[in-house]
Nanobody, 123 residues
Framework: VQLQASGGGLVQAGGSLRLSCAAS????????VGWFRQAPGKEREFVTS????????DYADSVKGRFTISRDNAKNTVYLQMNNLKPEETAVYYC?????????????????WGQGTQVTVSS
């Protein structure tokens, strides 16, 4: 499966962005999808994930209550709504697909990765 992340950009602190992860290739509904982010000089970190059916989600503590992951399997797309963004959340955001279909936090568990989209939050 091929993944294309989009929706990044420049936003002021406290603002919102919605990222999209569009999939092509194999049936998207077979895969769990996760979002990760990587800031310059830092390791890639887990943000959130959603299972194949969309009825289970998991969030990093740092984003709970502000970020929401959702999916539309008919459109082969997963969304990440990010509200009240903080400058320290400036990073490249990646989506990834996992054949296991369940929510997981480790990057090594994901089989396919998109190219990433830059999110910059100004103070």
């Amino acid at each position: 499966v091929q993944l294309q992340a989009s929706g990044g950009g420049l936003v002021q602190a406290g603002g919102s962005l919605r990222l999209s992860c569009a999939a092509s290739g194999r049936p998207f509904s077979n895969y769990a999808v996760g979002w990760f982010r990587q800031a310059p000089g830092k390791e890639r970190e887990f943000v959130t994930s959603i299972n194949r059916s969309g009825d289970r989600t998991d969030y990093a503590d740092s984003v709970k209550g502000r970020f929401t992951i959702s999916r539309d399997n008919a459109k082969n797309t997963v969304y990440l709504q990010m509200n009240n963004l903080k400058p320290e959340e400036t990073a490249v955001y990646y989506c990834a697909a996992d054949r296991a279909g369940v929510v997981r936090r480790l990057a090594k568990d994901y089989d396919y990765w998109g190219q990433g989209t830059q999110v910059t939050v100004s103070s």
